[in-house]
Structure formats: structure tokens, C-alpha cells
């Protein structure tokens, strides 16, 4: 049966140390030089209704180290939900593709593509959630010793899909997701709800960045315009202007505090520049890793599965080219076909 992520409501606490520990692996064996085929010739469909970096270029990369490929589409080229139905997207590129990432504005579109879909769908980013981004800053606080359910996050600025993903780790981790933002920039309060009931962490929103910094173990940011909402840039400037991460707020943390920023940064709005550039900055670290993670969601998600007459087929391990003359022989025959 296919799995999707598209948020940590698929994932249970065991699937979450299972990726950490399949992605340091994989980290691992890269830097060592060891190579992977778990993908071979298998394909991920990569939907952009959103431009982006790090999201295309940590997919793409880890496909092709998997021994995969990918292909870029964007909304040019399907029209979905208005030249095509998701249904009919979803079925038809179910026939060519293993595995398919969408990153969109509307939640909706995702849940309805991967309704549909008999692939596994990933979760590269919707206007409500980032799943793939925290996982990944996750695993880098746990590759820096932080103790997952013990430590304390402060985010610092609008509650947009990433503080929303935080939040939703919290319902997998003992964390303790304090929010500072502006009156009426709050997250997703169904999420902070949901927290509070099931836990195991917990979640605050708050007004003043310094009480949410005060003792954290992480200091968190992010744009405060997300894509989407340039329009509303100037109007946000001067409510954000006091939700900054810098040397003063950085005091007010726990000594050693770990900075983040999911990126791309504007230094000198949410965070400034010797902050950012500083020792305890992680930020670039927290940026490579979102590929040795999404290596690992694909390791789990689509390693094994091949489309047999409709069905999914046991995994089968690579076998080595041989080098003798039937083998070429074998070669030219097929190729001449």
C-alpha cells in the first residue's frame, strides 16, 4: 500500500527516528564516498506551482545520488484543475512516475492529488504546512546533540506554514514550540489545539520575542512576507520590525543557543547579519540537510516499489553489469530491437 507525507499526521514518532536515522546513514555514506541504487530506474514527478531553490535543487540532487531521475514540471505545462482535473493529473502521471513532490500554495490541491494518486505524494511545501523543512531542521538539532523532547524552540515572527509544521512537531516530540508574533499573524489555532490535547510537547504564542526566547535552546525565523504575500510587504514592515532575531535577543536565550532560518534570509529585517553569520548560527548546515532528509523520505517511500501490471513489486537489489562477451552480445541483440 503507497504512503504519503504530507503532514506529520503520517507519521507516527517511530517513522520520524526511522528517516533521522536512514538520512545520517546516507550523510554518512556520501561523505565516505559509498554509493546508492535503491532508486534505479525509478522517476519523482516534481510539481512547481512556486518558484524555489533549495526545494527543487535537494530533491533533484537526491533522486540522482539515489540513482534515480526527476522530472521539472511546472503549472505551464499541466494546468491542473482547470485545463486537467487533479484526478486525471494524479492518474496519468501514476502511470509514468514512482513518486510524486508538489510544492503549491493550496493544502487542498495536495490532499486531492494524492487521493488520487497510486504513487506515494510528498509534501515539498503548501501555504499551511512545510513538513520536509522541519523534519530536516529536526534531524540538524539532533546531529548538534539537542535533545528533541526536552528542548525548547523559540520562533520568532509570522505564523506562517513553517511555524505551523513546528507546531505539528510538537505532536511527535516532547518539544516545547514557544510562538512569538504580532497580534493577528498567529498560526494555524486548530494545530495549537490539537497540541494541547495529545501532545506529548507543547505549544505558546506570545507577543513578546524576548519572553519566548528567554532560556530556548533554538532561535527560529523565517521571511515575514512568505510568497504569496509580497503585496503585503510594506504594510508588514513596521508591525515585524521588533519580532527580530539579533545579538540582544540572542542574550536572552540559553547559553550555546542554536540560531535557524529555514531560508532565503533578509538580513537586518527578521534576523541581522552577524547573527546569522555568527558561531552559533546553524542556518547552512539546516539548508544541506533538507537533501540527506528528502533522501531519506524517498529511501522510505518509493525504495522497493515498481509498477508490476498495476501492482507493487518487491524490491530487488541491483545487480553488477557483467563484462563478458555474451553479456555484450545480450546488449547489441536488445538494442537492435
Not at 524552540?153 to 505532536?171: Q, R
Not at 523520505?297 to 563478458?324: C, E, N, Q, V, Y
Request: proline share 4%; aromatic share 6%.
Amino acid at each position: 500500500m503507497k504512503r504519503d507525507l504530507l503532514s506529520y499526521a503520517d507519521l507516527t514518532r517511530a517513522d520520524a527516528d526511522r528517516l533521522f536515522a536512514v538520512a545520517a546513514r546516507l550523510k554518512a555514506d556520501l561523505r565516505a564516498g559509498r554509493h546508492h541504487r535503491e532508486l534505479d530506474q525509478r522517476s519523482l514527478a516534481l510539481i512547481f506551482h512556486k518558484p524555489s531553490l533549495r526545494t527543487r535543487l535537494s530533491f533533484e540532487v537526491a533522486m540522482t545520488q539515489l540513482g534515480g531521475s526527476s522530472i521539472f514540471i511546472t503549472e505551464r505545462e499541466i494546468g491542473m484543475g482547470q485545463r486537467e482535473s487533479v484526478a486525471d493529473v494524479a492518474r496519468v502521471l501514476s502511470g509514468y512516475v514512482d513518486g510524486i513532490m508538489i510544492r503549491t500554495f493550496a493544502h487542498d490541491l495536495a490532499m486531492d492529488l494524492a487521493r488520487h494518486a497510486t504513487v506515494p505524494v510528498i509534501n515539498g511545501l503548501t501555504d499551511w504546512l512545510h513538513p520536509c523543512q522541519i523534519l530536516a531542521d529536526l534531524f540538524t538539532l539532533k546531529e548538534h546533540r539537542v535533545d528533541l523532547d526536552r528542548a525548547v524552540v523559540a520562533y520568532i515572527g509570522d505564523g506562517n506554514n513553517v511555524t505551523n509544521s513546528w507546531i505539528e512537531a510538537a505532536l511527535l516530540f516532547g518539544l516545547e514550540v514557544r510562538i512569538a508574533c504580532p497580534e493577528g499573524y498567529d498560526p494555524d489555532p486548530q494545530l495549537v489545539a490539537k497540541v494541547s490535547a495529545s501532545g506529548p510537547g507543547r505549544v505558546r504564542i506570545v507577543r513578546s520575542p524576548g519572553e519566548a526566547a528567554k532560556g530556548a535552546d533554538v532561535l527560529y525565523t523565517d521571511v515575514w512576507a512568505s510568497m504569496g504575500q509580497e503585496a503585503e510587504r510594506e504594510k508588514r514592515l513596521p508591525i515585524f520590525r521588533g519580532f527580530q532575531i539579533n545579538r540582544a535577543l540572542l542574550r536572552e536565550a540559553k547559553p550555546g543557543a542554536t540560531v535557524m532560518h529555514c531560508l532565503p534570509a533578509h538580513r537586518g529585517e527578521e534576523i541581522t547579519e552577524d547573527v546569522l553569520e555568527g558561531p552559533q548560527s546553524i542556518v547552512f548546515p539546516q539548508a544541506e540537510n533538507r537533501m540527506h532528509l528528502q533522501k531519506a523520505i524517498l529511501f522510505d517511500l518509493m525504495a522497493g516499489r515498481r509498477k508490476t501490471a498495476g501492482k507493487t513489486a518487491k524490491k530487488r537489489p541491483p545487480r553488477a553489469a557483467s563484462k563478458s562477451r555474451g553479456s555484450k552480445r545480450s546488449a547489441r541483440t536488445r538494442r537492435s530491437r
